[in-house]
């Protein structure tokens, strides 16, 4: 068995961008292969896995021309096995890249994308956003991602569009991923960069029931892409 650090080291999955977006997957995501390393102790076994993520970003990838592809890192080791080396690899790695991206375009949207079982009290949402209230965004980036998934779902024909749930300055009784945990990627990274717009983005898990329905929503982030660069 390689040692941890070494194991920590190759489970990251990168690719390269040619515009100012990052997109994450900081926990399995449901990928299978080699990068799963089951040998790995299950450390947390209450932990959801996040089915589907990984999926979703390789067929925005496949969506996206050259010209318009976001850089991605993914995790490779599934969450309920994940070490804290691991996971504060993972990070650093991403704080490399995003100093790329600043420096090639002075600029950098960081979109950290999970799935979500559980409601909140307050409503039922196919997307809900954590932005510890706002303070993970520079300017008005979150409303205009929402605004840029909501086009985006009604041009692929989404009848009732996509509800998302949009933070707003102060906490709401009942808030789910608010992004408030220090060890919250969004807020990690905007602890150390100021600049960086962040964004976790939870979606709803009936987007992933079927390959039928991945590939709608997948397409629908890939649009919105495009739309807010």
């Known amino acids: 068995m390689l040692p941890r650090q070494e194991i920590a080291r190759q489970t990251i999955v990168r690719t390269k961008g040619s515009i100012p977006v990052i997109i994450t997957v900081a926990h399995g995501g ?40 976001p850089y991605t890192l993914h995790q490779g080791v599934e969450r309920p096995r994940l070490t804290m080396e691991m996971v504060l690899d993972f990070y650093d790695e991403i704080i490399l890249v995003m100093e790329e991206v600043f420096e090639k375009f002075g600029r950098c949207y ?40 909501q086009k985006a779902a009604f041009l692929q024909g989404v009848c009732n569009g996509l509800k998302i749930y949009v933070p707003e300055d102060a906490p709401r009784e009942g808030e789910k991923f608010g992004a408030t945990k220090n060890m919250t990627l969004v807020k990690w990274v905007k602890d150390r960069e100021p600049d960086v717009s962040a964004i976790q983005v939870e979606i709803y898990k009936d987007w992933f029931i079927s390959l039928e329905i991945k590939v709608i929503i997948a397409k629908i982030f890939s649009d919105a892409i495009r739309m807010i660069m």
């Open 110 to 149: 960081l979109i950290d994308i999970h799935s979500f079982a559980h409601q909140p009290v307050f409503g039922t949402y196919d997307v809900i956003f954590g932005t510890n209230n706002r303070r993970t965004i520079a300017r008005d980036f979150d409303s205009q991602f929402a605004a840029a998934l």
């Open 30 to 69: 449901g990928a299978k292969g080699a990068l799963f390393f089951s040998e790995l102790p299950v450390i947390n076994p209450a932990r959801e896995k996040n089915e589907g993520t990984v999926f979703l970003v390789w067929r925005m990838l496949s969506l996206l021309p050259d010209s318009c592809r």
